[in-house]
């Protein structure tokens, strides 16, 4: 039978603005633009985020695109690069003011709802060069003026904002386990910045609800990729070794947004190894105070987690929460193969009822789930189409887990993909295609792939077979 999703749904896609636009005309650089121009060979292909899928200057058509497949809501970050020219005082660059004017009029045009987020792996390079990023909560300062400069910008025309997406990453990335610049081990640092991003999230979140030229009905929120942590056994020591591994990687971030507080296995596991951030008790109020009106969640793949076994080697890789439990490759499970990622769609139904019965169930919606896949070339018919059913069956098993959810009672008001068309991705650039939309990068000629003409009839119909 096909399954109804409730009045209202979003049905939308992800993307963000480093990955879409484009560095044409852009001013300032971030740490992705800069490593690249370093080192072209960290990036796959030595493909950086010079043209990625030329949003900048195809924002119109790519619009009409997103129309066509029948999505009618739509996540895209602002470049911090790109919005403000001096970061200390907060001037904005005009023709980044006149670029996302027009981009926010152009998805009011279509009918298509806007989710605007502000910060997406994209720490300038001059701060992350002068003060060390989000190491430092001066430029949790400068961060926050930047946002309150786009609430006064936009805020009038956009109703959805996010302040993050996935903070946890930059924590992994570029002070853990080294896959983002600057590419350091530094668990006392890393720990600095996953305080320092929940901060300057709810400090945006005051700011936001101080502005007064926001739309009466603006609603803000952040978005976090939630891993669920599953012990490979029953064992009190696999059970505690999951348990540590959801402490930081997911409820880090998921308690303060929707509790205004950290997790305290967290806080007694950083006491007790000395890797505890530095706090004020004016800077907890804000956290305190400052939760979120809805939560977006990006679901890919969870963990598989046993208490450790193998030795952990301190002085070669320095503290890091690995010490305490490690990954469990488990016999039989799901791969996508084009990716190296499991695949574990009963995950979403796991993650929904966790919001629902232990974060106040909370309005929430996906906010990026997919398909990525390597060669998918291959897959094209005479027509040039990419007949990508691996990603429609992907989506529906995925789908399906998150109605039984709803069915149940989860607050959830959406479902967004990873991603619209076919986009550069950090330091793997176009090796995986996500896409309804396929693009050739030599010509930028975009495609709607098979998948692209399935979301349009799930969108008209609400429902899915
Ligand atoms: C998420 C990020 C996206 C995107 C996606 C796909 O974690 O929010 O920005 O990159 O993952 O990842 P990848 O391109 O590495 O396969």
């Known amino acids: 039978a096909n399954l ?28 992705f633009d800069y490593w690249f121009d370093t080192d072209k060979k960290a990036f796959f292909g030595g493909v950086g985020p010079d043209v990625a899928s030329n949003f900048y200057n195809s924002f119109r058509e790519d619009i009409k695109l997103y ?38 009029e152009e998805f009011e045009k279509n009918g298509i709802t806007l989710v605007m987020n502000l910060f997406h792996f994209d720490m300038p390079i001059e701060l992350q060069e002068k003060y060390g990023g989000w190491e430092s909560k001066h430029v ?8 309150r400069k786009a609430f006064e910008l936009f805020g ?43 901060l300057a999230s709810a400090k945006a979140i005051e700011e936001f609800r101080k502005t007064e030229l926001l739309k009466k ?23 505690k070794a999951a348990k540590i591994s959801d402490a930081f990687f997911n409820n880090s971030f998921l308690d303060p947004a929707i509790y205004g507080k950290f997790p305290e296995l967290l806080i007694e596991i950083l006491e007790k190894d000395g890797a505890l951030w530095e706090s004020t008790e004016e800077e907890l109020k804000i956290i305190a105070e400052n939760t979120v009106d809805f939560l977006g969640v990006n679901y890919y793949q969870p963990r598989r ?18 010490k305490y439990f490690e990954n469990y490759d488990m016999p039989g499970k799901r791969m996508n193969i084009y990716r190296g990622w499991e695949i574990y769609p009963q995950a979403i139904y796991d993650i929904a009822k966790n919001i629902q019965d232990n974060y106040k169930n909370i309005k929430w919606f996906i ?60 330091t793997n650039a176009y090796k995986n295609r996500y896409g309804f939309i396929s693009v050739d990068l030599p010509t930028q000629i975009k495609t709607i792939k098979k998948s692209g003409y399935w979301i349009k009839k799930v969108s008209e119909t609400n429902e899915i077979d």
């Open 4 to 31: 109804k999703f409730p009045d209202n749904f979003w049905w939308g896609s992800a993307t963000s603005g480093p990955q879409s636009e484009g560095r044409f005309n852009k001013k300032n650089r971030n740490i």
């Open 67 to 104: 129309k066509e497949i029948g999505l009618n809501s739509l996540r895209t970050s602002i470049q911090w690069t790109r919005l403000i020219k001096n970061f200390e005082t907060g001037e904005v660059d005009e023709d980044g003011v006149r670029f996302y004017t027009e981009v926010i």
């Open 140 to 147: 949790v300062e400068l961060f926050v003026k930047y946002a």
């Open 156 to 198: 009038d025309k956009v109703k959805y904002w996010t302040t993050f997406n996935e903070p946890i990453v930059p924590v992994e990335a570029q002070y853990m386990y080294q896959f983002h610049y600057p590419l350091i081990v530094d668990v006392k640092k890393a720990m600095q910045v996953l305080y320092n991003t929940a």
């Open 217 to 239: 009905d603006g609603e803000i929120g952040i978005i976090l990729n939630l891993t669920p942590s599953y012990p490979r056994s029953e064992n009190e020591e696999d059970i």
């Open 305 to 322: 987690i046993k208490a450790r076994e193998t030795e952990f080697d301190i002085s070669k890789n320095g503290w890091l929460p690995d």
């Open 367 to 426: 906010s990026e789930n997919g398909m990525g896949v390597e060669g998918e070339e291959k897959f094209k018919n005479e027509e040039g189409i990419i007949e990508d059913d691996y990603r429609i069956d992907f989506f529906r098993e995925h789908l399906t887990h998150l109605h039984r959810a709803i069915e149940e009672g989860s607050n959830c008001f959406g479902y967004h993909t990873w991603t619209p068309i076919d986009c550069w991705s950090w």
